[in-house]
């Protein structure tokens, strides 16, 4: 079950998210690379919008053409709706088997579901975000029982050079993806609403709508920046910027008084239990 250079590779519903990773495929360049890429659709028309955008790196397909794509393919992107998976996957049950290696960006369907739709055992769950269009995505991974044994070392290796394309990828057990689903896949959303405050904050102050923004969204990119290049604790950093008896401390401890670290923790808690009473139904 390795993947080789020159593998086939078939995103089957080449939508948002299938299409954010497919582009990141062909822009990365991630070895193993395809030899063969199929995308997948509902519809002629998405078919055609995806041949027009990808040109002759990829051949796109729909509806009943999508069998063979399935058939040919060494490595299957999941992409579709989770709503529509159950479906989508019956339609093109006759070319399944047991070798085809599944990677899923599926919110909700558990290995174990995937794996009984699919009839492989060879999953991979991932849980990313919007954007991985941008290629600053996030990905959690999860890897089916099968996939964890030692013989497959370079299979999860070329696995996750395959996800890490979106932007960073790691590694984690099933037992965490309602956990991922939400800092992961809702995480944006929450930092949306904090990169909004922080806008208005400077419209309130009397800087223009548009700069604040920029400023706002940049601030937020160079925060993440500092953390992740510099390795430090944010904590380490954040006291770095307090000098003493200045602006920053005194704004600091109005968001503790008004309990923010705490909302936004019990946010990510709750939008991972809201996603684990999903998966349950
Ligand atoms: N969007 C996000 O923010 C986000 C974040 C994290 C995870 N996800 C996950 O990503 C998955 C896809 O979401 P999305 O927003 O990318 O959906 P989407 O844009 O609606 O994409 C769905 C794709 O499935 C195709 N499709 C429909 N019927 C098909 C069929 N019979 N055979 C093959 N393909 C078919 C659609 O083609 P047509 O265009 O022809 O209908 C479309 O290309 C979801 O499972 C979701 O949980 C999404
Ligand atoms: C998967 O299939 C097995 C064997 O048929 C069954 O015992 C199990 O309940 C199924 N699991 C799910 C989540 O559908």
């Known amino acids: 079950m390795s993947i080789n250079e020159g593998y086939t590779l078939t995103v089957l519903g080449a939508g948002v998210m299938g299409s954010a990773v497919l582009s990141a495929i062909l822009a990365s360049k991630p070895s193993p690379f395809p030899g063969k890429i199929y995308c997948c659709t509902g519809s002629e028309s998405s078919a055609q919008r995806l041949q027009t955008t ?6 796109a ?5 999508n069998v063979k794509p399935v058939e040919e393919a060494d490595v299957i992107i999941l992409g579709c709706k989770p709503y529509m998976c159950q479906a989508i996957i019956d339609s093109v049950k006759s070319a399944l088997n047991s070798d085809k290696i599944v990677i899923s960006l599926l919110a909700g369907w558990t290995i174990e579901q995937l794996q009984n739709v699919s009839g492989t055992s060879y999953i991979a769950r991932v849980m990313t975000n919007t954007p ?9 991974v999860s890897f089916s029982n099968d996939l964890q044994d030692s013989k497959f070392d370079s299979t999860r290796d070329s696995i996750m050079k395959i996800v890490d394309t979106v932007g960073m990828a790691m590694e984690l ?4 993806m309602d956990a991922a689903t939400s800092l992961v896949g809702s995480g944006p959303a929450f930092v949306l609403l904090m990169m909004q405050a922080l806008a208005e904050g400077g419209v309130r102050m009397g800087i223009p709508y548009e700069t604040a923004k920029k400023c706002a969204a940049k601030v937020m990119e160079g925060t993440a920046k500092m953390v992740l290049e510099s390795g430090q604790h944010p904590e380490a950093l954040k006291s770095m910027v307090c000098t003493p008896g200045g602006t920053t401390i005194g704004g600091l401890m109005v968001l503790e008084d008004k309990g923010i670290r705490g909302s936004i923790s019990r946010a990510v808690e709750e939008a991972a239990n809201i996603a684990s009473s999903l998966g349950k139904k």
């Open 54 to 59: 990808y040109g002759e790196s990829v051949i």
């Open 61 to 65: 397909t729909f509806g009943k053409d």
């Open 132 to 140: 991985a269009k941008y290629g600053c995505g996030t990905a959690i």
């Open 173 to 176: 057990p099933e037992k965490n």
